[in-house]
């Protein structure tokens, strides 16, 4: 059974950084296009970022577009979403999911095309 945990949320002041990670067991991550998702209280769920199956396209949510980065780190089985110049709007529960295949950029954004998701790690962005 394929599955994902997430670690790196944490409490950071704007402007301050953090590395979220995607771990997966049960599959390999190369072999999947895997996304961040986030939800912060009394809204609706939003994508993040996506990287694709096998090759290096990436997707970013335009608000983060040039603050975030998503990576895959093959020999650790993991993805990473680094995340610089952090916000107050960016404060959510932070999610990854996975989808078994090559997804295309009208497809990336649509939550319910991932078969596999994490259980989320809090991002708070406070002064």
């Known amino acids: 059974q394929a599955q994902l945990v997430e670690s790196g949320g944490g409490v950071v002041q704007p402007g301050g950084s953090l590395r979220l990670s995607c771990a997966g067991t049960?599959?390999?991550?190369?072999?999947?296009?895997v996304a961040w998702f986030r939800q912060a209280p009394g809204k609706e769920r939003e994508a993040v970022s996506c990287?694709?199956?096998?090759?290096?396209?990436?997707w970013y949510r335009w608000t983060v577009k040039g603050r975030f980065t998503i990576s895959r780190d093959s020999a650790k089985n993991t993805v990473y979403l680094q995340m610089t110049n952090l916000k107050p709007e960016d404060t959510a529960v932070y999610f990854c999911?996975?989808?078994?295949?090559?997804?295309?950029?009208?497809?990336?954004?649509?939550?319910?095309?991932?078969?596999?998701r994490g259980q989320g790690t809090q991002v708070t962005v406070s002064s």
């Open positions: 990287i694709n199956r096998e090759d290096p396209t990436t």
């Open positions: 999911a996975a989808h078994d295949g090559r997804l295309y950029t009208y497809q990336w954004e649509d939550y319910e095309r991932y078969d596999w």
């Open positions: 049960g599959h390999h991550l190369d072999y999947v296009a």
